[in-house]
Structure formats: C-alpha cells, structure tokens
C-alpha cells in the first residue's frame, strides 16, 4: 500500500477521495462524448461523410460500449474493480490517441469502438464505487453528486471541443483526451484501494460468465440499429428490412430465453418482477431516445445550417450543460427527504417543454431559443436523473449495486443508440421528401437555402416525436409513483392486521 494512500484510508473523508478519483475518470469520458458531438459536423465535412454516415460515430461507441458493459462488471468482480477502472483509462488514452491520428473515416469509427471499450469499465462500475462509498441514507446525494461530474463534463467538451477545433483543428481535441486520461489514470492509481486477494469464487466468475448472452445481446443491437438506419433507404417493404426485423425479433426472444435459463445472466429477469424497477427503467429509457435527438442534430443545424463556428455553437448549448451540473444535487438532496417521484415528473415536463421548443426553431429564430430550450432541458434531465436512478438502486437492493448500476448505464447507452438512429431516420426521410440528399458535409451545397431549410423542417419532425416521447416517460414515472405508494399502504394494512392490536379487533 502506498504512504498516501495509508494516511487516508482509514478517514471518514476517504469517501471523498475515492469519489473525487472515480470523478475524473468519468469527468473525461463525458467530455470525450460531448466534445466529439459539437465537432462531428467538422469531422464529416474533413472526410467527406454524409449525415447517416457521419452517425455512425456515436452508435459504433454506444454498441462497444453496451455490449462490453456487463462483462466489464464479471471482469471487475474477478480482478478488482480498481484494477479494471486503470485498464479501462488506459484503452480509453490510447484508442482517442488513435482517433486524433486517423488517416481514412473508417480509422475514426475503429477508434470510437476502443473508445467504447475503455468506457465500458468506466460506466459499468463509476456509479457503483460512488454508491458503494456511501451510507444508504445518502444514496441520492451521492448519486445527484455524480451527475454533478457529468454535468461538468457536457460542460467542458463543447466549450473545451469548440475552442481547440477553432484554433487547432479536431484531432488536437482527441490528442488532450488522451493525455487526460493518463493523468485520470495516475490520480486513480494512487487514491483507490488496492484489490484485494483473488478468491476461488472469483477466480471462475470469468470463465462461467455468461458470454453467450452478451453474444446475443450484441448482435441484437447491431441488427435493430441497421434495420433502423437503412429503413428509409430501402423501404420498409424491402425483403432486406423485413428479413432484419425478424432476425432483431428472434435475437430478443433468445436474449430473454438464455437469461432465463442462464446459471449467471448478465441480467438476472428476476429485477424486473419488482414494478418501480421496470416502470423506472422503461421511464429512463425512453427519456434518454428523446433527448438524444438534441446532441447530435442541434450541432448539424448550428455549425452546418446557420454557418456558426463549433465554439460558437457550443455556447448555445451549454446551458443544458449548466443546468445539468447545478440541479443534479439539488434534486438527488431532495429525493432523500421527499421521495423520487415529484422530482422524476418535474424533471420529465421541462424536458417536454424543451423538446417543444426544440420542434419550433427554424432558419430565421432567434438562437436565444436554442439556449432556452437547451437550459429546460438539462434542467429537467439533472432533476430526474439522481431521483430515477435512486429509485431503481433502491428497488434492486444494495447487493445488486453492481450489475444495476452497468444495467442502468446499458439503458443509457442502448437509448442513446435508439435516439440517434431513428431522428437520423427522419431526417433522410423527411429531407428525400423534399427533393434533398441528408448531407451537409459540401460547404458549396450548403449556399443552397432550400437544402438548410429542408434540414431545419427535417429536425423539427424528430424533435416533435421527442415530445412526444418525453410526455409518455413522464406518465411512466406518475405511474410508477401511484403502484408504490398503493403497495406501502397495502404493506400498513397488513401490518396493522398482523399486529396484537389487530388481532384484537
């Protein structure tokens, strides 16, 4: 044990240490995400790569990160979850360090997958060491507190990936990353505990892990996002998307079968006989597919629709950024003294006013509305996030803390999928509609003002089902909140009944 590490061990403060350690870790994954989103536009204009090409960035990442997410957990079991979290920075510092040197666009998308790869040790167990590392009575501000981290990151990546694109190009931005992540992965050397001895019992939590289903799983998510990418393309008539459908639909049923049937799934079904587990999942799926629309349109229509630099386009949307890191705490506090559901229902309707909002801005509005509606909506997602995940851990139990926290992280990353891949969807089609090709990457095609127009019109349809969505996620979490407090006074009752005075009635 190092002489650091001795001295501060033993304190009630070493929580904070071990919470400020995990917080730069995640801090530079979600700056990663959040600086290549408002830079995306330059990058598919720099290799030439049209709208459902230049997606694939964002949804190779989120499928190496879903589908490692779970073994990430078996791993961290088997060697320590300190162990995993330096290996996961130090694949995360070289894969961006690849990125930053791509020669072709394939190179970019091969080191969005390693990027994914080292992310995944981060996400599956970030969320879980915080959590773990405070009392039970503090879980919501523990977890308010980690949103505060990815706050801070949406924060620094636009305004950190606008500022280096403008001035030295996109790669620079890439090579920081890396750099970063060595530091995250010195700091984390030095503070976390050392694992301890392997037993016997973790030695084969590996080899009898369920990769058949992480297999499956995979390949699930791979089939419904290229279903969905290549829908409008080739019709939904087409034999291809039909024979795809039913390959995502087989692929699901087989997923259930074999953690049904699994000695060890990767999620064990059992979680989800609890009601407020399911209905707060499906809630924080859903929100997730709504507000993805926002990071990867809103910076095509700033940069490539009204010509704004990306530093530029990122100070409209840092008040989402803000929003998220100040109310995150807030309403993780507030959930421990109150309960989730208020908070979750607030959040859920200023996220449906800002999709609304979203929905309204064309060519002509003033970019005021792009910062409101930007606000609203990390507000409303840092006011339901640290309730809804406290909620979830809770219903679970503290020995699921492990697996629900990758399984919520999974959530996160699978909705993200979903919401980049289907408003792209729109956007190709909607745009066909109109006699337009989905490309903004040809600054000379850009004069055109019908081909902008064209792509406002396109994003105000995805915006719109993202109302929608958000709408549907709050009536989940009403929902949720009436099952559970119906089943404490259904538990009263029959605690009163059993008791000595009930019996005497």
Known sequence: MNFFLSRIQD???????????????????????????????????HFGADIPTAQWMAIAYMLSVSALMMPAGAIADSIGRKRIWIFGLLIFACATALTGFSQEFWMVIVGKIFMGIGASALQANGMA???????????????????TIVGLGAIGGPVLGGSIDSYFGWRAIFIFIAMFSIFAMCIAMLILTPDPQRSSGKKDSIKNFDWSGTFISALFLLSLMLVITFS???????????????????????????????????????????????????????????????????????????????????????????????????????ADRIGTTGPSVIGMAFCAVAMYLFSEVTLTSTLALVGIASGLSGMGMSIFMAPNTSAIMGSAGRKHYGIVSAFLNLTRNGAHIVGIAIPTAIVVSVMGGLGYEADLSDPEKLKDIGLRTAYASAMARAFQLSTILMIFAGLLVVAGGIFDRFRK?????????????????
């Not at 605690?495 to 005497?504: I, Q």
């Open 11 to 45: 304190k009630p403060s070493y929580r904070w240490w071990i919470y400020g350690a995990v917080a730069i870790g995640t801090f530079i994954s979600i700056v990663e995400q959040s600086a290549t989103s408002i830079v995306v536009p330059s990058i598919a204009e």
């Open 129 to 147: 060491m915080i959590a773990r590392s405070f009392p039970d009575e503090e879980r919501g501000k523990a977890l308010g507190l980690h949103m």
């Open 232 to 334: 409008v393309k080739l019709s939904l008539s087409s034999p291809y998307i039909i024979l795809g459908t039913l390959c995502s639909i087989l692929l699901f049923a087989a997923f259930l079968f074999r953690e049904k049937t699994a000695k060890k799934p990767i999620l064990p079904l059992s979680l989800f006989k609890s009601f407020s587990f399911s209905l707060g999942s499906s809630s924080r799926f859903i929100s997730f597919t709504a507000s993805s629309s926002t990071f990867f349109l809103m910076p095509f229509f700033l940069v490539s629709g009204l010509g704004l630099t990306t530093a530029t386009a990122a100070l409209y949307l840092l008040p989402g950024s803000i929003s998220l890191a100040i109310f995150g705490p807030i309403s993780g506090r507030l």
């Open 489 to 505: 006074q259904t538990n009263q009752f029959k605690s009163d009944s059993l008791s000595p005075l009930g019996n005497k009635k």
